[in-house]
């Protein structure tokens, strides 16, 4: 690993432990809770781990594309989260719940 | 000629695609005049062909262009014009005029009237091209697409169960000669390299063949020629074949496509003349046809059937003169046949039509007076058809059986004589039952409505009768024939490697002709005795006298029955078997073996698809977690 620069208080592993946990909260949240509300959150919350890794590496590769880049995830997070929301409540007007694990339509 | 030559099929296919995709909708009751117009021009293009080829001694060949090329196997879509194939083109041409002319009143009014002229016309295109092809292959395209005509002409009434039927039967049983036809092809090319006419004759003529390869190709070719013209045993579709309306017999199962088998051998004369064996076996099998279709013709009581086995009949006097190599006197009979029988064929449709489509002669009779038209026309061919003189027949007739005496076969003469006997008997019996006696015997209404036809069926009637009566001078016995001549550069090599000596017209000619005609009048005269003298009891008489055996002619010696009880049956059984064994056990097995096996893995596997979405992706999560393990740890 090339050395941590100078000016950067914070060493890069931080920014990936905490990326990594916050990823897994978001992994766990998707996969266990019912509530399709908690899981779109739950979605974010992985998306803005992905965020965090990409600008720690940004800072500690003194390049800017990274940030650049988050910038454009966050945009894109945002249409999401509104189609996500759409699906939502027109899922609800459907079937009067948002517990996913009611939603087996697909069983073979 | 190199030029115009390709517009002979092509004028008729040209009015076949117009008529076929304009008929329906726009042409509808005016479909006639295309293709009768096409047909005249191909019939002026024939006769300027027919002239300009009078004394050729070598044919012109017109290359279109190149059909097939692979290899060795080059074949050029090429016509050639020689001497027989002029007389083709204008018995073919012309005869087919007046039939389409002949057609516009018969068939008016059907509610299928384009189709059966846009099918005439594709008739015409494929015997136009059959005749005119320069190879084996196109020929046998030719072959082929006449018999695929014929197919629809016969069902042209297709709603008829039995026309329907008959025209399946006509193909599949010519599928039997064709079969043979082409393999000959194809021993052609093998033996030779070539399907060219010229190339496969000046090889054979060069005798580089072995004998033994000569016979196989010429009995497979004459294989082919039985099934299209109706030669024993194959001859049981053109009877059936009457199910087609009558301009179709009449062009058809008469006068040109039938006869396709005789042109076959012509054609192929140097093959035939090189293997004597097989020669044999043309003038056998012609021979017993002749007298087997001329005795069930005695025993028929629907008008058709009657022309029919007595077509059949003809024929085989065809490939009885073809059998003793007098094969420019087989082209003069298939000439004059086409006159008298297309002749005949339109004469009886146009008493079925005056009949309001009776066909059974015995509730004709007395038709005489009320159709007079038909009556002296129908007459005329009876006449030409029976050998009378100087009716063409009798020309056409009396050389065939004149060159078979002076071959020695005396055999085969005596019973082309006694056929000839039978031949003026049942013609007349069909006279006679038909136009003789007082009173119709049918209904009142039928007999009220007996009328004359139309101008555009009686003109080629009478130009037919005309053609009937003076067609038999171009045939003229020994230096005389006109015809004989004309044909001599298309068979000067097949007669030279049989030797057939120089035509002289002798004392002995003059003698067989003179017991030819007595035969024929002996003919006419028993059935005016028996139908006209007689009619009250002797009919009942000989009924009662020859009842076994009446009713075995009746039944036509049971030939479709033995066929229905054995190849048909073994055909169908032999089906019903595999569609059993093989088709509902073993492929229908397979099908369902399959379709259980997946049903039954699917039926394990199922649970997997739980319907929530979560748990295909604790599957992606796992399988993310493996992968980079894999890649990052090992």
């Not at chain 2, 044919?59 to 059909?67: A, F, G, K, Y």
């Not at chain 2, 204008?90 to 189709?115: C, E, N, Q």
């Not at chain 2, 038709?367 to 129908?378: D, K, Y």
Request: charged share 10%.
């Amino acid at each position: 690993m090339a050395p941590t620069p100078a000016d950067m208080p914070i060493p890069v592993d931080w920014y990936l432990y905490l990326s990594a946990a916050l990823f897994m909260t978001g992994v766990v949240g998707v996969l266990t809770r019912r509530n399709l509300f908690i899981i779109l959150f739950s979605i974010e919350l992985m998306m803005n781990a992905v965020n965090l890794n990409l600008v720690g590496f940004s800072r500690f590769h003194e390049n800017l594309t990274g940030q650049n880049f988050v910038l454009f995830t966050m945009v894109v997070a945002a249409a999401e989260a509104a189609v996500g929301l759409a699906i939502a409540t027109a899922l609800f007007r459907n079937r009067q719940t948002l517990m996913v694990d009611l939603f087996d339509r697909m069983k073979g | 000629m190199q030029n115009y030559v390709w517009l002979i099929p092509a004028l008729p296919f040209a009015a076949f695609v117009v008529t076929l995709l304009l008929g329906r909708w726009w042409i509808k009751a005016e479909s006639h005049w295309i293709p009768i117009l096409a047909m005249a021009g191909s019939f002026g293009l024939s006769i300027a062909a027919f002239i300009q080829i009078r004394g050729a001694e070598e044919p012109v060949i017109v290359r279109m262009w190149q059909w097939f090329s692979v290899g060795s196997f080059q074949v050029p879509l090429a016509f050639q014009i020689d001497q027989l194939t002029a007389v083709m083109l204008l018995v073919v041409t012309g005869v087919g005029l007046l039939i389409f002319i002949y057609s516009k009143g018969y068939m008016h009014g059907d509610p299928g009237y384009y189709r059966f002229f846009a099918y005439m016309s594709l008739f015409a295109f494929s015997m136009l091209l059959l005749v005119l092809a320069n190879n084996y292959l196109l020929l046998y395209f030719g072959w082929e697409a006449v018999g695929l005509c014929s197919y629809y002409l016969i069902g042209f009434f297709y709603h008829k169960p039995e026309a329907a039927a008959a025209g399946k039967k006509a193909f599949i049983v010519n599928r039997v000669g064709d079969f043979g036809f082409g393999l000959g092809v194809m021993l052609i090319f093998v033996t030779f390299g070539t399907l060219d006419y010229t190339g496969v004759f000046a090889k054979v003529a060069g005798g580089a063949v072995g004998h033994n390869v000569l016979v196989a190709i010429a009995l497979l070719l004459f294989m082919g020629a039985m099934g299209k013209s109706a030669q024993f045993p194959l001859h049981v579709w053109l009877p059936d074949a009457m199910e087609g309306p009558t301009p179709v017999s009449a062009l058809i199962h008469a006068a040109t496509m039938v006869t396709a088998g005789v042109y076959l051998v012509a054609r192929s004369s140097v093959i035939f003349a090189s293997a004597p064996a097989a020669l044999l076996v043309v003038g056998i099998v012609g021979t017993f046809t002749a007298i087997f279709a001329a005795v069930i013709g005695m025993a028929q009581n629907d008008i058709k059937k009657v022309l029919a086995y007595s077509t059949v009949s003809q024929l085989g006097y065809m490939f009885m003169a073809l059998g003793v190599g007098a094969w420019s006197g087989a082209i003069f009979h298939l000439v004059a046949h086409a006159f008298f029988k297309a002749l005949l064929f339109l004469g009886a449709g146009s008493v079925i039509h005056s009949m309001g489509g009776e066909q059974d002669m015995r509730c004709m009779g007395g038709l005489a007076r009320r159709i007079p038209v038909t009556w002296i026309t129908f007459m005329t061919g009876a006449l030409a058809l029976s050998g009378v003189f100087p009716f063409a027949g009798f020309w056409s007739k009396d050389e065939i059986l004149g060159k078979n005496f002076q071959a020695g076969v005396y055999v085969v003469w005596f019973v082309g004589l006694v056929a000839a006997f039978i031949t003026a008997f049942y013609t007349f019996r069909m006279v006679f039952v038909t136009f003789w006696g007082k009173e119709t015997r049918s209904d009142e209404k039928t007999c009220a409505l007996i009328h004359e036809s139309p101008k555009s069926m009686t003109w080629p009637l009478i130009l037919l009768a005309v053609a009937s009566t003076v067609g038999g001078f171009i045939g003229l016995p020994g230096s005389f024939g006109v015809i004989q001549r004309f044909l001599e550069p298309v068979f000067s090599r097949a007669s030279d490697i049989l030797g057939v000596a120089e035509p002289s017209v002798g004392t002995l000619d003059i003698v067989l002709m003179v017991v030819s005609l007595v035969v024929a009048l002996m003919g006419m005269g028993l059935a005016w005795l028996i139908y006209v003298r007689r009619a009250q009891d002797l009919p009942q008489f000989f009924g009662a006298l020859f009842g076994p055996v009446y009713r075995v002619v009746y039944n036509k010696f049971y030939v479709d029955e033995f066929y229905a009880a054995t190849f048909v049956r073994v055909a169908v059984d032999g089906s019903r078997s595999v569609w059993h064994n093989f088709d509902e056990k073993v492929i229908d097995g397979a099908v369902h073996g399959s379709a259980w096996l997946w049903q039954n893995w699917g039926r394990v596997v199922r649970p997997l698809q739980t319907g929530r979405v979560q748990n295909y992706l604790l599957g992606i999560l796992i399988g993310v977690f493996v992968i980079v393990t894999v890649v990052v740890f090992l």
